[in-house]
């Protein structure tokens, strides 16, 4: 099993950042890729980016390209993604994803592991 915590969440006013992190343990071994999903009331969960757990390859879903950037630091067993000129439609509980295919999925059935959530909040 592999286990994810999200954390650094919070409240920021627009144009502000934000740092998720995302501790994993357990199978770690059994990790090629993982990505970030949000998601607001009222509205399915969708895609925001992903990384492959071994190597620098990245993905992101448009309307977060140039503003996030997805990271990941092997030796903390952490996944991170950094959130800068934030806009209220940011809004939404976000969840890291973990999985054992080397592609990066956008799909959010493609992961067998996740987070419980954090919760960000964009301010207008």
């Known amino acids: 099993q592999v286990q994810l915590v999200e954390s650094g969440g919070g409240l920021v006013q627009a144009g502000g950042s934000l740092r998720l992190s995302c501790a994993v343990s357990g199978r770690t071994f059994s990790i090629d890729s993982m990505g970030w999903f949000r998601q607001a009331p009222g509205k399915e969960r969708e895609f925001v980016a992903a990384i492959s757990w071994r190597d620098d390859i990245t993905r992101y879903t448009n309307s977060v390209k140039g503003r996030f950037t997805i990271s990941r630091d092997n030796t903390k067993n952490t996944l991170y993604l950094q959130m800068n000129s934030l806009k209220p439609e940011d809004t939404a509980v976000y969840y890291c994803?973990?999985?054992?295919?080397?592609?990066?999925?956008?799909?959010?059935?493609?992961?067998?592991?996740w987070g419980q959530g954090t919760q960000v909040t964009v301010s207008s």
């Open positions: 994803a973990a999985r054992d295919g080397p592609r990066l999925q956008v799909m959010a059935g493609s992961y067998g592991y």
